[in-house]
């Protein structure tokens, strides 16, 4: 066979459910990095990649296709990844080579795993999917491409749209990684109640330069956003061959709400989709329960506490409120929840601002505490008739004191609430039981959301708030005529929230009937609502009729996956027998309907050998996260998202900006033996010196010469502490008092909230309390090289303790402070990209480069890009080079 194919294939899909009738936060990614070569060579030529998206009320069907052709002399490996949201579902997955298609079949998993298994024991996983950011699951397929052969990738997902914060949103992810001859998003919408906004921009490029590549528009039903930029508009810049396409693109409608309720008929299967406006908001009475056990500490608790108090802005007048924290043992700030007054909310930010962080973690008590004060508040009347209750719970960890079952703190918490209000629990950053936070919340009405440990965790706990923020309605209930309507998904809901919109769907008794009457009926700030949607089947008919061009069946398919997914969902919780009951009914839907869900996966069979079908779509769910065997091909290198500073190599400066997503960098030339100032921070009494050394020819021509941190000091005066490190060993003073240890330690050192951890021969961690976070980097290199010689890179991971007033050559940056990049042209090395920067109101010619992060990898160090400043970082830097330039370390 000319075409070497390895026929095996494995697809492990990663996915969560939102809880029906709330929307969910996140952005709805979807993401392509298409082929990219097989290892470091040019013959892979992708000529054609194509993303065809189809929505027809809400419900997107989206086949990526790509295809390519190996113009070089040998077989050689072609990749093809592509990053889905967590909430679609793969539907098929087709492998064309030479024009012979290997089609994918969905198979219970069960029987598939045995071949999954084999596969990964021969070490044979060309692909898998798994999750890749928050919201992202990520799917790789590898396979071999003879000489002169053509492939073609072609893989289809499907997806419900859900209303957030007032919008449906599609969001892909682009990065072709060389160009495309052929690029194209093209995206058709179709909504039967109009199209009253719509909207498509891309993270990469402003819409202006995107010019004609773009287009977006909509009238009446129908929208449509074509993006298709020439090989020209590809180019990073007009003499360049690597592309600028590399990031989101973003899609977002809403429809017309002149109507609250809109239902949807074709072939005997309905959709109710129901978001009533302009109803004024219910009073809410809200406990915060926030978790301050000892391992919030640092930036956590600081987040959280920012959040709080962002959160206290948006609380309404209306409203009541209360904070339960918890550790060994549970504070609260009022003994009963307080309405939202001027006065309330002021005193509510100095008890927050105080918050500190403390011992163990009682997650029952605090529940109960919590539970007992709602209840109360609603039978003493000390909150309005009409307002509704709610517990927002975070947490980071499990609960080790007081009851510490998770089983039993989710009974006593569902005997106290009894169904009575609704529970969320966010689960701070990754050490903690999810799965626990996650079934108590659902088996309360809430859901659970996890908040990630980053920079925006604050914004990320703002956002789940706001989300909650304007219940319209309470109580809602979905009534359709008894007997006219059977396999229902999910028709009641605790409350509707502003932005939102609940979606139920199922299935006519009788497809011949005339008519049909929907009820939905909820407690408004007000009164008690009931909204009536009559549908007359004639009318149906004919809209129908200009839907065809869309696709047909799409009523059907939303139904069977709102119904999978709440199947998915209760089972959860469920247990014995009607766990088996909800795995059935779930993993026949899934088969039926051609869907990759937990219960399936997905198997591509060699036409001609149906015997040897070792290709698999394998998908666990999340709680199998950890189990996930490591994947042949890993993700590339992904910037880290937090502001970064370091210094490293020939001493190269690196500034990276989260905002901008972007990094800065200059270097220092200095005869060695020259100390520079790195930090220096005269409120918390920080200072970081670095000594320059040269190579081993002692040369002093600064052109040709290499210069390197030799020696670092890193003192606290308010510690009185001191660290001199060098590439040989590392001494720590305690006042006049040395320690002395070696690269060759493994060894970790705590005393007075500061840690220092050497790892052998690698790196040295110091972290100064909270909120001060370095990295030193030893290089080493072959003892007898002529040339070079040992030398340290010094890093800053955490900064956000330090003061305003903090200077130096990498202090200097860590304020907030913003570049604008314009003019991007050839420089006069025209391999590089020049450009015009404007920064601290100096204006300059900065140069397109990259530097290595050698955190992770000693020894290969991760590329970061970068644009130089010339001239040791003139302009950049306040004042010039050499007022950094100090006596002594
Ligand atoms: C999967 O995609 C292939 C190629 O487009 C198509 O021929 C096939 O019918 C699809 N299968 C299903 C179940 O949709
Ligand atoms: C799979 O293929 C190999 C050779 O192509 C053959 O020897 C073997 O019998 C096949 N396996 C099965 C289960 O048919």
């Known amino acids: 066979m000319a075409l070497v194919w390895r026929p095996y294939l494995t697809l492990a899909l990663f996915f969560s459910l939102a809880a029906s009738g709330f929307p969910r936060s996140a952005l709805r990614l979807l993401a392509i990095r298409s082929l990219r070569e097989g290892l470091g060579t040019n013959d892979i030529e992708v000529y ?159 819409n202006d330069l995107l010019g004609s590549a773009l287009t977006k528009s ?182 080790n004191t007081g009851e510490s079952r998770p089983d039993k703190i989710r009974e006593n918490v569902r005997n106290a609430i009894q169904g009575k209000f609704p529970l969320y629990n966010l689960g701070f950053g990754k050490n903690l039981d999810y799965s626990f936070l996650e079934s108590m919340a659902l088996e309360n009405q809430g859901l659970a959301r996890r908040i990630y440990e980053d920079s925006d965790a604050d914004l990320q706990l703002q956002g789940f708030y706001e989300e909650v923020a304007n219940p319209l309605l309470t109580g809602v209930q979905v009534e359709y005529p008894d007997n006219a309507i059977q396999d229902l998904t999910q028709n009641s809901y605790q409350h509707f929230y502003d932005g939102s919109e609940i979606v139920v769907a199922g299935r006519l008794v009788d497809e011949d009937m005339n008519s049909f009457t929907a009820d939905v009926k909820g407690q408004g700030a007000l009164n008690d609502l009931i909204y009536t949607e009559k549908v007359d089947m004639k009318d ?59 219960l399936t996966s997905m198997v591509v069979t060699k036409p001609e050998d149906d015997e040897n079908q070792t290709d698999i779509a394998d998908k666990p769910g999340e709680e199998a996260r950890s189990a996930v065997p490591s994947m042949a091909y890993q993700v590339s290198y992904q910037p880290p998202q937090n502001p970064y500073y370091y210094v490293d190599g020939d001493p190269h400066f690196i500034i990276r900006v989260s905002e901008k997503d972007d990094a800065i960098c200059f270097n220092i030339d200095e005869d060695p033996g020259t100390v520079l100032r790195l930090i220096q921070d005269p409120v918390t009494g920080l200072t970081v010196n670095g000594q320059i050394i040269g190579d081993k020819r002692n040369s002093l021509d600064s052109n040709t010469r290499k210069t390197f941190f030799g020696k670092l000091g890193i003192s606290s005066t308010q510690m009185d502490f001191r660290i001199e490190v060098t590439t040989e060993k590392i001494t720590l003073w305690k006042g006049a008092v040395p320690t002395s240890l070696s690269w060759l330690d493994t060894v970790t050192l705590v005393q007075d909230g500061l840690s220092v951890t050497i790892n052998r021969k690698k790196n040295m961690v110091i972290s100064f309390g909270r909120g001060v976070n370095f990295v030193v980097v030893l290089h080493q290199v072959w003892k007898k090289h002529p040339v070079h010689q040992d030398f340290l890179g010094f890093y800053v991971l955490d900064s956000h303790r330090m003061s305003t007033q903090t200077h130096g050559l990498l202090g200097q940056f860590f304020h907030p402070f913003d570049f604008e990049v314009s003019d991007i042209h050839p420089g006069s090395d025209p391999t590089k990209l020049d450009a015009t920067m404007v920064v601290k109101n100096h204006q300059m010619t900065v140069t397109r480069g990259s530097q290595k992060d050698y955190r992770k990898d000693t020894s290969m160090g991760e590329k970061v890009n970068c644009w130089f400043v010339h001239n040791n970082g003139e302009g950049l830097i306040d004042g010039v080079h050499t007022d950094y330039i100090v006596s002594n370390l």
């Open 48 to 206: 054609s990649t194509t993303i065809n998206c189809k929505v027809t009320s809400r419900f997107s069907h989206n086949v990526i296709t790509t295809r390519a052709v190996n113009r070089g002399h040998e077989a050689k490996e072609v990749f093809f990844d592509a990053e889905l949201p967590k909430t679609g579902f793969i539907t098929n997955f087709t492998l064309t080579i030479d024009g012979v298609t290997y089609p994918g079949n969905i198979k219970e998993k069960e029987v598939a795993k045995k071949q999954y298994e084999k596969a990964v024991s021969q070490g044979k996983t060309a692909g898998l999917v798994k999750a890749s950011g928050r919201k992202l699951e990520k799917f790789t397929v590898s396979v071999n491409v003879a000489a002169g052969s053509k492939v073609t990738f072609e893989l289809t997902y499907e997806e419900l749209l859900k209303r957030h914060k007032g919008k449906y949103e599609m969001y892909l992810k682009i990065q072709p990684k060389q160009l495309v001859k052929n690029f194209e998003i093209d995206v058709h919408i179709f909504e039967p109640q109009g199209i009253s906004t719509l909207d498509a921009e891309a993270s990469f490029i402003t």
């Open 218 to 399: 909509f009238s009446g039903k129908k929208g449509h956003v074509s993006f298709k930029p020439s090989l020209d508009q590809q180019r990073s810049c007009p003499t360049c061959a690597d592309s600028l396409l590399n990031g989101d693109f973003t899609v977002t409608y809403d429809v017309n709400r002149e109507s609250p309720a809109n239902v949807q008929i074709v072939n005997g299967y309905f959709v109710h989709f129901f978001a009533p406006q302009g109803l004024p908001v219910v009073p809410k009475n809200v406990v915060f329960v926030i978790d301050v056990s000892g391992s919030m500490s640092g930036r956590k608790i600081e987040q959280t506490k920012d959040a709080l108090l962002r959160i206290l802005e948006d609380v309404r007048k209306e409203d009541y409120l209360n904070f339960i924290l918890f550790s060994g043992s549970v504070t609260t700030w009022k003994d009963q929840l307080v309405q939202a007054t001027p006065e309330n909310l002021q005193e509510a930010r100095t008890f927050v601002k105080n918050i500190y962080d403390q011992g163990l973690t009682n997650i029952n008590d605090a529940l109960l505490r919590a539970i007992h004060m709602l209840n109360k508040a609603q039978e003493e009347h000390l909150v309005p008739e009409r307002s509704t209750s709610i517990i927002i719970m975070l947490t980071d960890g499990d609960a």
């Open 540 to 598: 149906m008919e004919k809209a129908l009729k200009e839907q065809d061009y869309i696709f047909g069946n799409y009523i059907e398919r939303l139904w069977a996956y709102l119904t999978i997914e709440q199947l998915l969902e209760k089972r959860k919780n469920a247990q014995g027998e009607e766990k088996e009951k909800l795995t059935a009914q779930a993993l026949d839907l899934s088969l039926k309907y051609h869907f990759v869900t937990p």
